[in-house]
Nanobody, 129 residues
Framework: REELVESGGGAVESGGSLTLTCVLS????????MGWFRQAPGKERDGVAI???????EYADSVKGRFTIPADNSKNTLWLQRNSLKPCDTALYYC???????????????????????WGQGTQVTVSS
C-alpha cells in the first residue's frame, strides 16, 4: 500500500525559511510523478512544485525563485525548500505522488495526482507578517 508522510511544517516569520520533507513507501514504480501541493483556508488545493516521471521540474509562478524541490529517489524522499516566505504561503501543504498519471510537466502541476493516487496527511505552515 502506497503511503506518503510529510513533516517539517510550523510557524515562521515573513522572510524566513522552512524545509518540508516527504517520505514515500510502498510504491512499486521507481519513479512516480510527485510533488507538493497546498491548500489555503477557503481555497482549493493548488500545485506548488512537482517532479514528473521524466524528471522535469515545474514551479507555480508564485514560488519561482523562492522554492526548490530536491529529491533522492534512492531514499524515496522529496523535499520542499522554501526561502523568503510570505504570509500568502500560509497553507496546509500536501505531498502527492502518482505512478500511473499520463500528465507531464506543467499539466501535472496544474492537474495533480489522479483520483486514485495517495496523498500525505498534510503539514501546516503558518507565515506571520
Amino acid at each position: 500500500r502506497e503511503e506518503l508522510v510529510e513533516s517539517g511544517g510550523g510557524a515562521v516569520e515573513s522572510g524566513g525559511s522552512l524545509t518540508l520533507t516527504c517520505v514515500l513507501s510502498g510504491f512499486t514504480s521507481n519513479h512516480p510523478s510527485m510533488g507538493w501541493f497546498r491548500q489555503a483556508p477557503g481555497k482549493e488545493r493548488d500545485g506548488v512544485a512537482i517532479i514528473d516521471r521524466d524528471g522535469d521540474i515545474e514551479y507555480a509562478d508564485s514560488v519561482k525563485g523562492r522554492f526548490t524541490i530536491p529529491a533522492d529517489n534512492s531514499k524515496n524522499t522529496l523535499w520542499l525548500q522554501r526561502n523568503s516566505l510570505k504570509p500568502c504561503d500560509t497553507a496546509l501543504y500536501y505531498c502527492g505522488a502518482d505512478p500511473w498519471t499520463r500528465l507531464r510537466g506543467r499539466a501535472f502541476l496544474l492537474g495533480g495526482p489522479g483520483a486514485f493516487a495517495p496523498w500525505g496527511q498534510g503539514t501546516q505552515v503558518t507565515v506571520s507578517s
